[in-house]
């Protein structure tokens, strides 16, 4: 099984900054398998990036995912008010199972 | 616009069977695969498994031996089963959509993500 370990646990920013999430994978995963998911309280995910580096429909380009082999990265320049929540990474190939990683936390400082 | 409707008993105790459906709303059914994934209070999102296009099924490993997900594909909905429930599973339940197509001369299968999810449905397992 795949690990994915996300870091930092807790990023506190202010609106108008730039995030840098990141994901570590326990051994190499294609890029074509990595996702990236926005949940904000009493919601479901959203998904925002597939591919590791396209933007679902509907995301707004200050959302941008960069990386491969084990270390990926979710960027948000510019952060709006509602881009605080939850943000997951998640591999899917073709074994699995699929895994989530534990998740960071985007908080309002 | 496609939507994920679920429902099932919210409610079990240890060592019953926890049954949920997910009824795929204004959008087709056929040619896309289907997840369950489950999140434990104030805790990160477990794969449970998926039914695929083809009517195959994964699941995690963690809970293969208690875990059946089965379609019905002339009501447009997919089912998950989990037996002999304990505390451990108390969680929110998800339905999801799963974007996956094979393009190229290898057929090389890209994944395109959870694109569509379910509103999610509690389950508490207490005696």
């Known amino acids: 099984e795949i690990v994915l370990t996300q870091s930092p646990g807790t990023l506190s920013l202010s609106p108008g900054e730039r995030a840098t999430l990141s994901c570590r994978a326990s051994?190499?995963?294609?890029?074509?398998?990595l996702a990236w998911y926005q949940q904000k309280p009493g919601q479901a995910p959203r998904l925002l990036i597939y591919?590791?580096?396209s933007r679902a429909t509907g995301i707004p380009d200050r959302f941008s995912g960069s990386g491969s082999g084990t270390d990926f990265t979710l960027t948000i320049n510019r952060l709006e008010p509602e881009d605080f929540a939850v943000y997951y990474c998640?591999?899917?190939?073709?074994?699995?199972?699929?895994?989530f990683g534990q998740g960071t936390k985007l908080e309002i400082k | 616009q496609v939507q994920l409707q679920q429902w099932g008993a919210g409610l079990l105790k240890p060592s019953e069977t926890l049954s949920l459906t997910c009824a795929v709303n204004?959008?087709?059914?056929?040619?896309?695969?289907w997840s369950w994934i489950r999140q434990p209070p104030n805790q990160g999102l477990e794969w449970i498994g998926e039914?695929?296009?083809?009517?195959?099924?994964n699941y995690n490993p963690s809970l293969k031996s208690r875990v059946t997900i089965s379609a019905d594909t002339s009501k447009n909905r997919f089912s998950l089963k989990l037996t002999s429930v304990t505390a451990a599973d108390t969680a929110l339940y998800y339905c999801?959509?799963?974007?996956?197509?094979?393009?190229?001369?290898?057929?090389?299968?890209?994944?395109?993500?959870?694109?569509?999810w379910g509103q999610g449905a509690t389950v508490t397992v207490s005696s």
């Open positions: 998640q591999q899917y190939g073709t074994s699995p199972p699929c895994t």
């Open positions: 204004g959008g087709s059914f056929s040619g896309y695969d």
């Open positions: 999801a959509r799963v974007i996956r197509r094979r393009l190229g001369v290898a057929g090389t299968l890209y994944y395109y993500g959870m694109d569509v």
């Open positions: 039914i695929t296009h083809s009517g195959s099924t």
């Open positions: 051994q190499s995963v294609s890029s074509i398998y």
């Open positions: 591919g590791a580096t």
